[in-house]
């Protein structure tokens, strides 16, 4: 059973910085797409990053680009999101899933887009920026 576990969440001040990790399993034998996404009370599910297990490339929201940096150790499927110079606007749900693509080249961008294209989610994990 495909599956997927976020932890690192907590809470940080302006200007700090937490690490994510997502842990999947289940799907090493798979090409998947894994993302990353939060959501803030009242507000939609917005992506924050995406990138696939059989590619180097990554895609990132304008919103965190120059101020997040995503990883992937691809031998035990365990992938990270570094968030520095957090604000007070990351606070939220962060998730991790899954989407299984059915072509080798993936459109990141559209695929961070398009969450209906993600099967395998994580449960969430709590990231608090305050001072």
């Known amino acids: 059973q495909p599956q997927v576990v976020e932890s690192g969440g907590g809470v940080a001040q302006p200007g700090g910085s937490l690490r994510l990790s997502c842990a999947v399993s289940?799907?090493?034998?798979?090409?998947?797409?894994v993302g990353w996404f939060r959501q803030a009370p009242g507000n939609e599910r917005e992506a924050i990053s995406c990138e696939s297990n059989r590619e180097w490339d990554r895609y990132f929201a304008e919103s965190v680009k120059a101020r997040f940096t995503a990883s992937g150790d691809r031998a035990s499927n365990t992938w990270f999101l570094q968030m520095d110079d957090l604000k007070p606007q990351d606070t939220g749900t962060y998730y991790c899933a899954a989407a299984f693509p059915r072509v080798e080249a993936v459109d990141l961008a559209f695929y961070c887009h398009t969450t209906s294209l993600f099967n395998v989610w994580g449960q969430g994990t709590q990231v608090t920026v305050d001072s």
């Open positions: 289940g799907l090493s034998t798979y090409h998947y797409v």
